[in-house]
Structure formats: C-alpha cells, structure tokens
C-alpha cells in the first residue's frame, strides 16, 4: 500500500523530501493521499478494495455510535460523551467521499505546487526558514492528535489489565462484541478507524498549511522582483527605452502574478468543502468536548487533549487564512508602489509610458480583491471567523452548564 502512494517530485525530477507530519499522512491514510501515475492492475484493485473497506468500517462504528447515542439520550453526561466520536465520524464518511471525487484534482495541484510554487531550502534558506515559522502550529497539532490516541490507547491498556472488556470508543451494537474474536476484531476497527480520522485531521491542515505558506511566499517575491527590476533600470545610465524594459518586466510580474492567482482558486476550490464541514462541525464539538471536560475531567482526561487540539486546530487555520489574505491584500499597492512613476519621469518616449501607466493601472485592478479561503463562499476562513466559532462554542457551553 505505501508503495501506491504518490511520491511529489521537484521540477528538476528530484523527489521531494516530505515533513514528517505530511510522510506520516501520506503512509498511514490510504483513501485520501493520492495514488502514483501508472498503477498497475493488481494496485487498482487493491486501491479499490481499501477504499471500499474504509467507508464499510465507517459506516459500522457510525452505526455503533448512533446506538450509543440512543439509548443514553436521557442522560445527558453519557449522550455527550459519544457525540464527539460520533460527529468525527459523519465529518470522515462525508470528507472521505469528497475527496475520492478530487483525489485525482489533488495530485494534478500538488505536481503544480511542487514544480513552480514550492522553495526548495537549498534554493533560499531565509524564505524556507519563514516558511517554517509559520508550519510550528500544524506541527504541534499533529503531535497532540498523536497524543490523543495514545491516550485511548492508554485506556485501554489499563481496562484490559483490569480484566474488562471495553470498546475504545463509547459505542453500542446489537451483538455481544465482548465474545471471542468478535472483541478482537472490534477493538482492531476502533483502532484503525481512530488512526484513519485522526490523520485526516491533521493531514488536511499540514497540507493545506504548506500549500499556503509556499504561496504566500511567492506572492511576497514578487513585491522584490519589481522593485529589483525598478532599482536596476533607474540605476542604468541609458534611458533610451526604460518605459518600454520596465514594462516587460512589469509583464512578466503580472503574469506570474496571474498564474498564482490560477493557483490559489484551485487551491480554494479543493478545500472549500472541507473547510466548510470541518468549521461547522468544529462549533458543536469543542462545546461538548469543553462540558465533558468540565464535568468529569479527571474520567475523561482524553477529552481535554481533544478539546486543546481542536481549539488550537480552528486558531490556526484561521491565523493561515489571515496570513494568506493580508499578503494578496497588498498587491494593488506593490504595484502602485513598484517605482513605475521614477520610471515615466526619466523617459522621454511617451507613447511607451502612456502603456506603462495603462499596465499599472490593469495590475492594480487585477489585484482589488484579495484571495480569502472560504468554506463554500459562505465564510472567509481567517482569525476572525476562528474567532467568532470559538466565542459561539464557549457561549453554547455557558448555556449548558446552566441547563444541568
């Protein structure tokens, strides 16, 4: 299975050197990485078989957890303990869906972001060093869902030394699962339903983080390109056709100015779904995560690792979004901006600066609006709407504590 994985190559050929969050999501999810070019018949197969297996074993612990659900409904504590489990896995049998539709669309944009946005670090060690700032908070999430499932883990160790029989997760069927090997085979579903789940959630975000990052990053060179090209030209004695070399310049900016653009829609257009899912699930989840912790927190100690990863998960895709955003609302002025007027004032062709003039006004235009990741258009994904779900989960959590 790992040997079907796609493996993302530079432009030069060279196989990129995945992090470690983005290799331990690439190996350990085998529905929503892309599959290599060329799979042979044999792999297809195989691909197909997990694929199917992976939303059969979905929809089996869903049924587990709407059981769960049912019969404690009249009590209140022990309902919302199995919402949590039961709401990630709706999130995973819905994401998971979506993305087998634009699995093929993900590895068509990661060969583009690999050839023409990525900084490699030995090109530009400063710029991958900024990069990397900004890539610690996926990183910490990361290694807290890893935390979390060891915490399950946990538990269950210690429930099987003290001779009980217990599921991972809070869930009821209709058979006895405490049997022999029915237990076994339950608890080995629990177990890879949690690893499949819990990289999806944190493999969308370090993905989406480097995808946006790397582009931010191209977007902020191209401020340095046109200054450079205005600096150099200004700098030269012959001003015999400036207007007309500046422009060229100014053209070749604009147009990988456009192809960013191209970027970041299809960028937005993959994740648009998730984001939208994953925020509006993410409101009712930390209110019930933040009331079980509440309520009993030293018999749910896994709720509270939960509940920091998630309330830490929303703050930075938000703080993402808001980067992203705040660069490409900038790029009206970087050209406003970009020396063109030093440019004019030193040529004497004024047919080549009136093209000029005219060039710059387009290139402000272009860039009016400023790139935003959405959740279905309905919201922009920056701090502020991070912010608004967090006080919208703490207000609910108000309310409940009130109520009981």
């Not at 350990?28 to 297809?44: G, H, S």
């Amino acid at each position: 299975v790992i040997s079907m994985r796609y493996q993302p190559r530079l432009k030069n050929g060279e196989l990129v050197k995945l992090s470690w969050s983005l290799n331990l999501y690439s190996r350990v999810n085998p529905v929503m990485w892309p599959r290599k070019d060329n799979l042979t018949a044999r792999e297809r197969y195989i691909d197909k078989f997990l694929i199917l297996l992976a939303i059969l074993i979905h929809i089996f612990q869903a049924t587990g957890d709407a059981l769960y659900l049912l019969n404690n409904v009249k009590d209140v504590e022990e309902f919302s303990v199995g919402i949590p489990t039961a709401l990630l896995q709706v999130e995973g049998i819905v994401r998971y869906l979506e993305s087998l539709q634009y699995r093929d669309e993900l590895k068509q944009l990661l060969k583009r972001f690999y050839r023409s946005i990525y900084v490699p670090q030995e090109s530009d060690q400063r710029v991958f060093s900024q990069i990397s700032r900004h890539l610690i908070g996926p990183r910490v999430i990361t290694v807290l869902y890893v935390a979390t499932i060891l915490n399950y883990t946990q538990e269950f160790v210690v429930n099987i030394i003290a001779g009980r029989r217990e599921l991972v997760y809070k869930q009821d069927y209709f058979f006895d699962v405490t049997r022999m090997p029915t237990y076994i085979i339950v608890i080995a579903i629990n177990f890879w339903i949690g690893i499949l789940i819990v990289s999806m959630l944190f493999g969308d975000l370090n993905l989406l983080a480097e995808l946006l990052m790397h582009l931010n990053a191209c977007y902020r060179q191209l401020s340095n390109d046109l200054r450079s090209a205005a600096s150099h030209l200004l700098e030269s004695e012959d001003t015999t056709k400036i207007a007309a070399d500046y422009r060229r310049e100014l053209i070749k900016v604009l147009k990988r100015n456009m192809d960013l653009n191209d970027f970041a829609a299809n960028l937005d257009k993959l994740f648009t779904f998730r984001l939208f899912v994953s925020f509006a699930i993410a409101a009712i989840l930390l209110c019930v995560l933040l009331f079980i912790s509440y309520k009993t927190p030293t018999d749910h100690m896994v709720f509270i690792f939960w509940f920091i990863s998630k309330f830490i998960e929303q703050l930075t895709f938000g703080y993402l979004g808001s980067v992203i955003y705040e660069t490409t609302n900038k790029l009206d002025v970087m050209y406003y901006c970009g020396g063109w007027e030093q440019i004019v004032h030193r040529s004497d062709d004024v047919q080549e600066n009136i093209k000029l003039m005219k060039l710059v006004i387009l290139s402000i235009e272009l860039n009016s609006t400023p790139f935003s990741l959405t959740g279905l258009k309905y919201f922009s994904v920056t701090l502020t709407s991070a912010v608004k779900i967090i006080q919208g989960a703490f207000s609910y959590f108000t309310f409940l504590t009130s109520m009981s």
